[in-house]
Structure formats: C-alpha cells, structure tokens
C-alpha cells in the first residue's frame, strides 16, 4: 500500500493542508496531449477523496507549512485546545 500526505485544504487561504497519510487506492494512467499521466484515487483517514494527476495531489510540506521557526511550537502544540 502506498500513502500520500493528504492534500486536502483546512483553511480558505490555503497555508494549513491536512497532511494525514492517505491511501492510494487506485492508480492508472491517462493519455494526455502531454504524453501518458499518472493518475490515482486516494483516501484519508478523514475520508477526503482525490481523483486525479499524481502531479496535482503532490505538495510540498516544507513550502506549505510555516518556516523552521515555528515548526518546532507546531510540533509541540497540536490540536486547537492545546493554543490556550
Ligand atoms: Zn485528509
């Protein structure tokens, strides 16, 4: 089985992504004016659902997050009771 750190959105703006490790439950290929595309159906823990190019459910986590300053609070503090 193979995972994909879920891409889903948690905010409108786009910063926070839900990150769980979700599963690729189906692959296949499609043919695309660009050549043949790597496609996937995947599902999260949390039951999001993506169909679509592999190109498009790959983010990077390092991009999306905050900077190096704030990932070691965020690892620290998780959930939204921990903040108060
Ligand atoms: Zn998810």
């Known amino acids: 089985m193979m995972f994909l750190d879920c ?44 169909n679509g190019p592999v190109e498009a459910l790959l983010w990077d986590k390092a991009a999306a997050g905050p900077g190096p300053e704030d990932r070691r609070s965020q690892d620290a503090v998780r959930g939204p009771d921990a903040a108060s």
Request: hydrophobic share 35%.
């Open 7 to 50: 891409p889903e959105y948690l905010d409108r703006s786009g910063a926070a992504r839900c990150g769980l490790p979700a599963a690729v439950e189906w692959r296949y290929t499609v043919n695309s004016t660009d050549g043949p595309l790597e496609s996937a159906m995947i599902r999260c823990p949390l039951g999001h659902f993506f």
